[in-house]
């Protein structure tokens, strides 16, 4: 009597990120940290943010780098005086 026993992936992680409060959740512990307004990406941030700035990870960088005329490096035109 030999029994065949299916094999169970156990993941930690969900198959498809569960949003809570705003954040992406991958785990129950990313799920935790949300409810509690903690950014699962940055949880040394604290709540709302508020140590945001000694957190080195949550240091962000533009994802837009604009050149030319929109970079605002150049004189401003003058508004036409109205008459």
Known sequence: MS???A???ISTDYKTPVYV???ACKNCT???NA???IDPQHPK???YGINAETDP???RQSS???SGALSGNWPQLKQPSPK
């Open 3 to 5: 029994r065949e026993r």
């Open 7 to 9: 094999a169970v992936a």
């Open 21 to 23: 409060n705003g954040f």
């Open 30 to 32: 990313d799920v935790d």
């Open 35 to 37: 409810k509690k307004h």
């Open 45 to 47: 941030s604290g709540p």
């Open 57 to 59: 990870s949550a240091q």
């Open 64 to 66: 837009v780098i604009f």
